[in-house]
């Protein structure tokens, strides 16, 4: 399995609900993440990769998506964690992780209008400079829940 990273511009605020159902409908992985809970692409996948692992040794948290904001926001708590890392009425920009070329194509097909698709990633691969903090953040959740 391979994820790959898309980055959007949330044109229609009244479309985020329609898109939260789409995620949660899909067949293969795929996550919308609030680009303003993101500092980096290693980030994310550093959640990826800690959330599959953490799957894989049985988490009581049984959905991948919730387990991955999670570790992104540093939030112990499920529920404290889509609210701080997923998408909402007033998300601007949002990451996609998805596992599955076809099913982007789809989502893209069907959100045309309301998103607008932002080809260079707008934040960097790395930032070392935040790796403290952030994998502090992610250790948190390791240790509370």
């Given at each position: 399995?391979?994820?790959n990273f898309f980055y959007i511009l949330l044109l229609k605020p009244d479309r985020v609900k329609d898109i939260i159902d789409f995620s949660?409908?899909?067949?293969?992985?795929f996550?919308?993440?609030?680009?303003?809970?993101?500092?980096?692409?290693?980030q994310v996948q550093v959640a990826l990769d800690?959330?599959?692992?953490?799957?894989a040794n049985n988490s009581k948290v049984r959905e991948l998506?919730?387990?991955?904001?999670?570790?992104i926001s540093g939030e112990p708590?499920?529920?404290?964690?889509i609210r701080a890392a997923g998408?909402?009425?007033?998300?601007?920009?949002?990451m996609i992780v998805c596992d599955d070329a076809k099913e982007m194509k789809k989502f893209m097909d069907e959100f045309g209008e309301a998103i607008s698709e932002i080809k260079q990633p707008p934040i960097p691969h790395d930032d070392p400079s935040r790796d403290r903090e952030i994998?502090?953040?992610?250790?948190?959740?390791?240790f509370q829940s």
């Open positions: 399995m391979s994820d949660k409908r899909s067949n293969h992985f996550l919308v993440i609030d680009m303003d809970s993101i500092v980096s692409e290693m800690r959330a599959r692992r953490r799957m998506g919730p387990l991955v904001l999670m570790y708590q499920v529920g404290n964690a998408i909402s009425s007033q998300t601007k920009k949002a994998f502090f953040a992610m250790s948190n959740v390791d």
